[in-house]
């Protein structure tokens, strides 16, 4: 039997604000497209409608990505971290995931940090 939408709300650990960071990963190749914000109500309807939609901090409201853009999110499975506190949302992709008109977010320059191998 599938979990109640109220009892997996119940398993997050939404922050002081009211808000879990969620990570949204492209499906089938699992490139990190993007962070976004997302409320209880967010979450809600991410998980009963198959569209991402997100709590815009700067803007104080809802938004569902792709309805100004066209660059839907499908949403393909969503998951909880073993704290509860984030998310990583499966999605089919269609277009450009960043608001700047870049597939990821994730692509603004490498940081360059000391790397080292795997002790053996």
Same mark, same amino acid.
């Given at each position: 039997?599938?979990? =109640?939408?109220?009892?997996?709300? @119940?398993?997050?650990?939404?922050?002081? /604000?009211?808000?879990?960071? $969620?990570?949204?990963?492209?499906?089938?190749?699992?490139?990190?497209? *993007?962070?976004?914000? *997302?409320? +209880?109500? @967010?979450?809600? &309807?991410?998980?009963?409608?198959?569209?991402?939609?997100?709590?815009?901090?700067?803007?104080?409201?809802?938004?569902?990505?792709? /309805?100004?853009?066209?660059? $839907?999110?499908?949403?393909?499975? +969503?998951?909880? /971290?073993? =704290?509860?506190?984030?998310?990583?949302?499966?999605? /089919?992709?269609?277009?450009? $995931? %960043? #608001?700047?008109? =870049?597939?990821? %977010?994730?692509? $603004?320059?490498?940081? #360059?940090?000391?790397? *080292?191998? &795997?002790? +053996?």
């Amino acid at each position: 039997m599938t979990e =109640d939408i109220s009892d997996l709300l @119940a398993r997050v650990s939404f922050g002081p /604000d009211g808000l879990v960071p $969620a990570i949204i990963q492209q499906h089938d190749t699992g490139e990190v497209l *993007m962070l976004g914000w *997302m409320d +209880a109500e @967010a979450l809600r &309807r991410t998980l009963s409608t198959g569209r991402v939609t997100f709590w815009s901090r700067s803007r104080q409201e809802y938004w569902r990505k792709g /309805d100004t853009s066209g660059h $839907a999110q499908y949403v393909q499975g +969503a998951r909880l /971290d073993c =704290d509860g506190d984030a998310l990583l949302i499966s999605v /089919d992709q269609v277009g450009a $995931a %960043c #608001h700047t008109g =870049d597939r990821t %977010c994730f692509d $603004a320059g490498d940081l #360059h940090p000391v790397t *080292m191998p &795997r002790p +053996a």
